[in-house]
């Protein structure tokens, strides 16, 4: 039996750095898993986007799909536009089967290719006792997602940082963090003699721009999430876990309950 493709679904944008980080990603994900189909479709601004694929897909004899949200949290992408592009394409195409894989985080992999990051930026293990970290992510006024960032900022505190705060990209929204600067200000203020700030992205674009902006007064700034190993062995681990739960998405679930 021919294993499903998989198609990473990406927000896109017009940076063009966003995509080709998207495809340095998918790359190494075949080099760790050759002979597995991957492909990648976007939600906006680059091409192909994800009707296309699966149409193309459709057309070439596909016949199941797992369709793997390049996102960090559950928040509006995840809850609503990619189940809502999904669900038009079963609609389209009923010969093909289509299964939406869960969002990567949380997740272990994603706090170690955090701190690869940081690594990479030049902060060892011995230099976390002494600095103060932001944890700086693009933002969201949805609870889960929220909720998770906090989780992980208090996760990596407990792996030796000597602060840790959660920020968002833009400017502070209701129940959320504040932005990257003001964190930044507020370690400062705590008497942290170093400070760091850790995007929690994926891919170059005009809210990991703002990142880099607000963290002009930090002494750190370590690159966005990209290519990572970590991130493309977790890629792998979400498309097999959907494979081994072999259940319709979300959306088509609630349909089938009448919601």
Known sequence: MTAPVLLVIAHGSRDPRHAATVHALTARVRSLRPGLRVETGFLDFNAPPVPRVLERLAAEGAESVVALPLLLTRAFHAKSDIPAVLGEA??????????????????????????????EAGLGPAD???????LASAGSTDPEAIAVIAEIARE??????????????????????????????????????????????????RLPDRIAAGASGADVLAEVLGPAPELARLLLDRYDEARRAGAPAPAVRAAALGA
Do not use: K
């Open 90 to 119: 079963r609609r389209r195409l009923p010969g093909l089967r289509v299964r939406q894989a869960e969002v990567l985080g949380p997740s272990p992999l994603l706090n170690a290719a955090l701190q690869r990051r940081l690594r």
């Open 156 to 205: 990596l505190r407990h792996t030796g940082w000597c602060s840790v705060r959660p920020a968002f990209a833009s400017a502070p929204s209701p129940g959320g963090f504040p932005g990257t600067g003001d964190a930044v200000r507020a370690l400062r203020a705590e008497g942290m003699r170093r400070v760091a700030v850790a995007p929690y992205v994926i891919a170059p674009g």
């Open 128 to 134: 976390r006792a002494s600095t103060g970290l932001v």
